[in-house]
């Protein structure tokens, strides 16, 4: 695999050019953060960590699903092979990769990819990419992370998938809209962004070049 160079691209030339063609560098983790494509990662988190149970959600947020179809529709999304399987289908309106280790893997209206990286690569739609999970995935995607959107959830839930702990030096909160979800099963949540601390020359580039796409 060859390693980025920061002489064979420039930033505004890479952030504006759809993946998959030749100039796409392959080994997206090789790429100093600041100009690696934008990449993010969704999940409803408890306040003890836990995202799931039994392959499934421990919880009903109608309004977190809402938000989730809404930042990630257009956009390629990036999952667990488990993950994959805790949907009823593919996800509409996104390129979905779903990562397994497993070769000859079907996945009925996605992609199969062999690792993080390896997907990362593959992903073909506007910035920015989402890791959309689970537990596993999200250990890999935190460390080439760009935003985090984090749904944070101020109850304790009982499961079997958790988030990988925050280091906080390295996530600055951007953004927090608190929400109350009413009855009996009811509990506090915020709707929390969190950007990597140092990151955003990234950010307003991408942002700009995505601007001017949508200008024309
Ligand atoms: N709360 C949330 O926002 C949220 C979001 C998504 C999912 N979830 C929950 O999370 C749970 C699933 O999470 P999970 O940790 O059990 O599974 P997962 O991360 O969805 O999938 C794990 C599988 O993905 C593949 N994989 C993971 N890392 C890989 C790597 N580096 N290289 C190659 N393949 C890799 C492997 O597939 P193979 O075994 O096929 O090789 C592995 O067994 C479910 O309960 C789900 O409902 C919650």
Redesign the pocket.
Known sequence: MSRYNPRDYDTLTLLATRPGNDTWPRDVAAMPAAIRPAFAVI???ASNGV???D???PWRLPDDLKRFRALTSGHAVI?????WE?LPRALPDRQNIV????PG?LADGAETA???VDALSRASRPAPTFC??????YR?ALPLADTLYITAIDRAFTGD?TFPPLDRDQWCEVEREPHTLRGPEGFDYAFVTFRRVGNDLAFSTTLRVNKGDNDV
């Open positions: 999940a409803a988190v995202i799931g149970i392959n499934r959600l999952m667990g092979r488990r993950t805790s990562v397994t280790r497993t893997y062999r690792s993080l959309i999970g689970g537990g596993a995935l890999d998938a």
